[in-house]
């Protein structure tokens, strides 16, 4: 296929920005959350302040490039490639149960070697393909989807949410089960299927319950009453309460946030890393990034309505869905409303796998958009 | 061209549900921005003080105590550094094995290590937990060999009382020690912390506001970890005040050192104006110990054991006087006329009264006695008539005037009253109305210092004191001066305190105070060992007293069943300048056990004087032991 001069004029440049502007940004902030003054490394002579933040950048170029291999597949590559890459990130993900390093108590990596790679960020990805490859191909019903057609839609989410829960990382396979969820809404479902579904969850969730880790628990309890262990379970939440509270209208200023500086706040530099902007940068900060998270999620929905082919607006419409869920469950956590369960803040967070993912599904997007009137 | 199914074949409202999407959106952003205001805004001066409370630790100072002087500025209680050893619980991997090689590092009993958990509640992250209270630099010096195998157990230095001469007047100093739970919620405490240590016997104890001084406050920037990055703001300690005492080490040495393993109570004064010279209670303790852990054990023993250390016999041992009292009862006798001075009694050794035969101590008798014989030979048949002429409250309004059955006032509190009984007395004490009548047998009793007459140590000093000053019955007095610690004085004691003056004609006390030298001098004296060997040109004068514990059928089969010793004498006789009352209990006779320990500290005394002012002159050489070993029956 010839490249077509109107590829260029359609070109969504707005999309691009957003998408540029949040990890750039994210790497001002993570500047600060990795700031030790004290470090003497160095690399080609540069002094390194902050060890994430150089890292992030480096993710940050590989993601570019990511991105423009997303934006350069035709929709009918992806599609015809769509259930292959998905079976390559399950193998992965089996493949990290099996042989995955261990960090933190979860095992989530696989090593390549010089560089670890976190297959389940990926595989979000290969999830969205694949559903949207299935949902677009089979003969839909007037009615909305009932359970027969529900059955292979919901195996091809649960295989990598309950490889992902097994790690363990319950954010992770949450995140997979809700943007399928969303995209199964999109096509639309029967209501007595969604009054089942919500039925047997509410069955379900005693068990479910007693099934979670102690620690999971804890924070679901600490949600409702973070005072009542401030030293356990309540201390990630109370510390990131105070980093987000403290900070005013204005900020502490950069490299000024005291939470983040002495380290009281936990993982600043990838699930509470919107508690560091908040305390240094203030409202004024906390305003501009989630109205970026907002222009974002927009300027990604704005494709689902400007391609007619089912699957690229699936596709589309997947990406939207999991760049806001990721937001929003990400906020409501470091904010308190939402129990902390460990999804980080897309593009943001520190963490190449993610970041290099997020920005290939962007790409895809990118070029669904591009390739709207090329027909 | 495609095989993609489009929207339109496929039946779905695009547009509507892409509005839905940014309805959803539009709502969960709103709410998270919401979130963020309400946090940041309307709850932000909250969360900010939160935060400066996370950043910013006060840290307390603890103020140097005051130091205690004696009168002569030497030193009896200072401080010193005092190491600790803690844990951090946050950079401990694992407690029990830590506790473990920690006990075997320091080769103690396995299992013998565990958390004070005194600060369980209020502990803040990464705040150290005490381990082992002042250990020596020997085991800190292990700790730190070995530091890498420690993991969180680190040296803390705090600082720790140092009473340099060890037990000499630990019942006047008192001890320190960290805090109680009750004294905390206690008025008199409100302003104290809790791990913080104060005075909780003698002078540290009364004088607690006065020594501690002021706590400095320190607020200092941490991480999350506890570890300091810098200082925002000090205010500095100040230390406490110094406390100079009237005790004079030397002859409060002397008046510790003189009970060997015996026990009872020294009290040494200045007659003119009541200043202590030595206050001494036996058995003792030594008040360093409480720097480091006491166990229960340890405390028990010292608080409820059998010699009951932490008794202050000196104010809280009420005695009955014995023969001590007759001093009083002589002053009594010759004021209201009972007596002359001329008039003699014959002691057969026996008084008989109401069909009932009350002995003298000499059971073959004294003979004919007059008042000076009587004193001097501690006669009781001569008291018995005494008493019987006086009656019980002429007695007890008497001896009242000298103080007896009355605190003196010393600040060192917790004073035993003692007791001098009377009608009134007997009618209140008790309920049965037989029980209130007042016998005039029990008369005799009190006549020679038994029956329901108790006094204290310190009461007696101040007695005899006054019957050799004048009448002035004064209040004893233990801390002269009270210093801050950049030089100012904020309080000082210089002159006598007056507490009564006794209406008594000067000459009757001259002419008891002349008895009491014949006591020492008369070599049939009963205090005839009292006498200064050092300084044979200075006089003695003084009373013993010999007090039944029990009946006499029990007398010397055990030592619980051994008299009471008394002595009380002052020095020099012309001119009384200090006055010593001995006990010692289950002692034997006075004279033989109470009156060389008196004789010690008053030469401990004079030796002092010669020292600071070349006078008196002692013998050159103390060496010939008096060959006297005049009576000791009394």
Redesign the interface.
């Known amino acids: 296929m010839l490249v077509d001069r109107r590829i260029f004029a359609h070109f969504d440049f707005a999309l691009l920005i957003a998408a540029l502007l949040v990890p750039i940004f994210g790497i001002l902030v993570l500047f600060s959350a990795g700031y030790s003054p004290d470090s003497t490394a160095t690399i080609m002579g540069l002094p390194i302040r902050s060890y994430p933040a150089f890292k992030q950048l480096v993710f940050l170029g590989v993601g570019i490039i990511a991105m423009f291999i997303g934006l350069s597949l035709s929709?009918?590559a992806l599609?015809r490639w769509a259930y292959g890459f998905y079976a390559v990130c399950v193998s992965m993900l089996v493949a990290v149960l099996l042989f995955g390093n261990v960090s933190k108590g979860a095992r989530r990596w696989l090593n390549f070697g010089a560089f670890n790679i976190q297959p389940s960020e990926i595989t979000k990805i290969a999830i969205i393909l694949a559903l949207a490859r299935y949902l677009?191909?089979m003969s839909?019903p007037?009615k909305g989807l009932d359970f027969k057609h529900l059955i292979i839609p919901a195996l091809m989410l649960l295989i990598p949410a309950f490889l992902d829960a097994k790690q363990p990382d319950l954010g992770t396979a949450i995140v997979s089960a809700a943007v399928g969820g969303m995209m199964l809404l999109?096509?639309?479902i029967r209501l007595r299927v969604i009054v089942t579904i919500c039925l047997f969850g509410a069955i379900v969730a005693v068990p479910a319950w007693n099934h979670l880790h102690d620690y999971q628990r804890m924070r679901i309890l600490t949600l409702f009453n973070p005072e009542a262990d401030p030293?356990g379970a309540g201390y990630h939440l109370n510390?990131s309460?105070?980093?987000?509270?403290?900070?005013?209208?204005l900020g502490k200023g950069f490299l000024k946030g005291?939470?983040t500086?002495?380290?009281?706040l936990p993982e600043h530099t990838t699930d509470f890393v919107f508690s560091v902007l908040?305390?240094e940068q203030?409202?004024i900060g906390?305003?501009l990034l989630?109205a970026l998270?907002?222009a974002l999620?927009?300027l990604l929905?704005r494709v689902?309505?400007r391609t007619?082919?089912?699957?690229?607006?699936l596709v589309a419409?997947g990406m939207?869905?999991m760049i806001?869920f990721h937001t929003?469950v990400n906020?409501?956590m470091v904010?308190?409303?939402l129990p902390v369960v460990g999804i980080t803040l897309p593009m943001f967070s520190y963490g190449g796998s993610s970041l290099i993912s997020m920005l290939f599904g962007i790409g895809i997007v990118l070029g669904i958009s591009m390739r709207r009137f090329a027909? | 061209m495609s095989r993609q199914t489009s929207f339109e074949r496929a039946g779905i409202n695009i547009n509507l549900r892409v509005q839905l999407a940014f309805l959803a959106l539009a709502i969960f952003f709103t709410m998270v921005l919401v979130r963020v205001w309400y946090l940041q805004i309307v709850k932000g001066d909250y969360f900010r003080a939160l935060s400066e409370n996370n950043r910013i630790r006060v840290v307390y100072v603890p103020p140097e105590r005051g130091v205690i002087y004696d009168r002569n500025a030497e030193i009896l209680a200072k401080n010193r550094p005092s190491f600790n050893i803690e844990l951090v619980i946050e950079d401990v991997p694992d407690i029990t094995a830590t506790l473990a090689k920690l006990e075997q590092i320091l080769s103690l009993e396995s299992g013998s290590l565990g958390i004070k958990n005194r600060y369980q509640n209020k502990r803040k992250p990464f705040e150290a937990r005490l381990i082992l209270r002042d250990v020596s630099r020997d085991m800190v010096a292990k700790v730190a060999a070995r530091k890498f195998e420690l993991p969180g157990v680190i040296v803390g230095v705090v600082p720790a009382r140092d009473y340099i001469h060890g037990p000499i007047a630990a019942h006047v100093l008192g001890y320190i020690r960290e805090i109680t739970r009750s004294q905390l919620s206690s008025e008199r405490y409100s302003r104290y912390l809790q791990g913080e240590v104060v005075g909780q016997y003698g002078l540290e104890d009364r004088y607690e506001e006065m020594l501690q001084g002021i706590r400095g406050l320190q607020r200092v920037e941490v991480n999350a970890r506890g570890t300091r990055i810098g200082e925002s703001s000090f205010e500095p300690e100040r230390a406490g005040n110094n406390l100079f005492l009237t005790l004079d080490l030397d002859v409060q040495r002397a008046a510790d050192q003189a009970f060997e393993n015996s026990k009872g109570a020294i009290v040494a004064m200045h007659v003119e104006t009541g200043e202590i010279l030595a206050l001494s209670s036996s058995a003792t303790f030594d008040p360093n110990i409480f720097s480091s852990e006491v166990s229960s054990k340890v405390w028990n023993d010292l608080a409820y054991g059998k010699d009951k250390k932490l008794t202050n016999r000196a104010l809280q041992g009420a005695y009955p006087p014995g023969s001590v009292f007759k001093i009083f009862m002589a002053i009594a006798a010759l004021a209201e006329g009972v007596v002359s001075v001329k008039e003699t009694v014959f002691c057969p050794g026996f008084y008989r009264f109401a069909g009932r035969d009350y002995r003298c101590h000499k059971k073959s008798g004294h003979g004919s006695v007059d008042l000076n014989a009587a004193v001097a030979q501690s006669c009781d048949v001569y008291f018995y008539l005494v008493g019987q002429r006086l009656g019980v409250d002429r007695i007890h309004t008497w001896a009242t005037q000298f103080g007896l059955g009355l605190p003196t006032g010393l600040t060192l509190g917790n004073e035993n009253a003692g007791l001098v009984p009377s009608s009134a007395w007997k009618a209140r004490r008790f309920k049965r109305k037989e029980d209130q009548k007042w016998y005039p047998g029990e008369t005799l009793s009190v006549a020679i210092g038994q029956g329901a007459v108790t006094s204290t140590p310190i009461q007696i000093a101040r007695g005899i004191a006054a019957v050799v000053n004048g009448g002035r019955v004064l209040q004893p007095w233990i801390v002269k001066k009270v210093v801050s610690s950049d030089g100012t004085v904020i309080d000082e004691m210089s002159k006598a305190k007056v507490e009564t003056k006794v209406s008594v004609d000067p000459k009757i006390l001259e002419i008891v105070k002349n008895t009491m030298v014949s006591v020492v001098a008369d070599p049939r004296g009963t205090g005839h060992r009292a006498r200064l060997e050092l300084f044979p040109d200075i006089k003695v004068g003084g009373k013993t007293g010999t007090s039944q514990v029990v009946s006499a059928k029990y007398y010397g089969q055990r030592e619980e069943f051994e008299d009471h010793a008394w002595f009380a004498g002052f020095a020099p006789a012309d001119k009384p300048e200090i006055v010593v009352a001995a006990l010692v209990e289950h002692g034997g006779h006075g004279g033989a056990a109470a009156a060389p320990k008196v004789k010690s500290v008053m030469q401990a005394y004079f030796m002092k004087q010669y020292q600071q002012f070349g006078k008196p002159m002692p013998v050159s050489s103390p060496v010939a032991k008096p060959k006297d070993e005049g009576p000791v029956s009394d």
């Open positions: 929709s009918l599609e677009s191909r839909l007037k999109f096509i639309g030293m510390q309460k105070i980093a987000v509270g403290s900070g005013g209208f005291t939470q500086q002495l380290e009281f908040a305390e203030g409202f906390s305003f989630i998270y907002a999620v927009t929905l689902v309505t007619r082919s089912l699957f690229n607006s419409f939207a869905s806001f929003v906020l409501g904010t308190g409303i027909i």
